[in-house]
């Protein structure tokens, strides 16, 4: 090639930037209590297939990206674990020093990844989903990444309701956008949780979408929409964009104090004028609950699984069963969720099962920090 169509063919790479993909694996996973702990949370449990979620993100995370644009943000009480299960070099592991939900994270890593790569487009991905289709989910990711940068827009998955589930966040599309093949919608609006009647009524008219909460975007572009609509975190990462390459930890500790705890749907997207959806068909599942576990695994009346531990008798059927070392009975029963770990016991109806937050912040309040 000759040496001034190089330069160009290197300079439009440059400009149009690498997809790097991220893997937050900043939460508590609450709602998986008693399996899921502050010390091993749920990203690191092997609940299907016999590898954790966190596993199976990131090999869909090594689909996307170039080795060295894959990328993981945890806290710092799971620094070590996440660094020897990711396998990833120790700058591809960014270490929060405090939880500040989505909002502050995204922030850090897109201010950190712009450092390097200007124009670089970045997929969000949550480590705990559950996507059996990699093909399908790789497909729309690229769709996803090609609109954001072409358009510089934000871009979320939107998933088909299968149910009313009032655990996750609605989008209402509105306007076809961008390439007509991809099916990109522009964001009409999001509606976060709404109750039983309302998502029964989304379900029953149809024309609208599960947030997935998987994103993607430019890291420019994201940073821009901080700086407008999330000042305060803007203003916080004061001391990341001095010195992002290699913040040091009295930095970064003071950023992440000064920063307020918002999910980066609440910061960011919902107020957004620059807010697209790629609707997708694919099986997807944030495995948020017990319930939604039975149902990836094929719970249903008179069809139990058995996850781990012994089961000497379950008659009925129907339910989900994570035992430890003593054998579990079950008799005349079904619908539950039974968990048993070494210092605590779960009983829960599956269909109650996304009020084990409750149970979490319970314990909290007595200071039982042992089991949590």
């Known amino acids: 090639m000759p040496r001034a169509k190089a330069k160009t063919a290197a300079a439009k790479r440059a400009r149009n930037g690498k997809l790097h993909a991220v893997v937050l694996a900043g939460g508590a996973g609450e709602r998986f209590w008693p399996a899921s702990r502050r010390a091993r949370p749920k990203p690191f449990l092997e609940v299907l297939k016999g590898e954790s979620l966190l596993e199976a993100t990131l090999s869909r995370a090594r689909r996307l990206a170039a080795k060295d644009c894959v990328w993981t943000v945890c806290g710092s009480e799971h620094g070590r674990a996440m660094r020897a299960e990711s396998g990833l070099p120790a700058n591809r592991v960014l270490i929060e020093p405090m939880r500040r939900n989505t909002a502050m994270a995204v922030a850090f890593v897109a201010q950190r990844i712009a450092a390097e790569d200007p124009e670089a487009v970045l997929a969000i991905l949550p480590a705990d989903h559950h996507i059996p289709d990699s093909i399908a989910f790789t497909r729309a990711i690229r769709q996803a990444a090609a609109a954001a940068r072409d358009f510089e827009v934000l871009v979320t998955l939107g998933v088909k309701p299968t149910r009313p589930d009032t655990g ?140 781990a531990g012994e089961t000497v008798i379950d008659d009925v059927g129907g339910n989900l069963i994570w035992a430890g070392k003593r054998p579990v009975v079950l008799l005349g029963v079904e619908g539950l969720a039974v968990v048993d770990t070494e210092d605590a016991l779960l009983v829960v109806k599956l269909d109650q099962s996304s009020r084990v937050r409750e149970v979490v912040a319970e314990l909290k309040a007595r200071g039982r920090e042992d089991v949590t």
Request: charged share 25%; hydrophobic share 40%.
């Open 168 to 307: 996750y966040g609605y989008i209402q599309p509105g306007s076809r956008v961008g390439n007509p093949a991809a099916g990109l919608r522009q964001v009409r609006r999001f509606v976060e949780k709404p109750d039983a009647a309302r998502a029964k009524r989304y379900l029953r008219q149809g024309g609208y979408l599960w947030n997935a909460g998987i994103f993607v975007w430019k890291a420019r572009s994201i940073l821009e929409e901080l700086e407008t609509w999330a000042p305060d975190i803007h203003r916080a990462l004061a001391p990341i964009r001095k010195s992002p390459k290699r913040t040091p930890r009295a930095a970064l500790e003071s950023a992440y104090r000064r920063a307020p705890s918002l999910p980066i749907d609440v910061a960011v997207l919902e107020p957004s004028r620059r807010v697209w959806t790629l609707p997708v068909d694919f099986r997807w599942s944030d495995v948020g609950t017990w319930e939604s576990l039975a149902d990836e695994l094929g719970v249903a009346p008179g069809r139990g699984r058995v996850i």
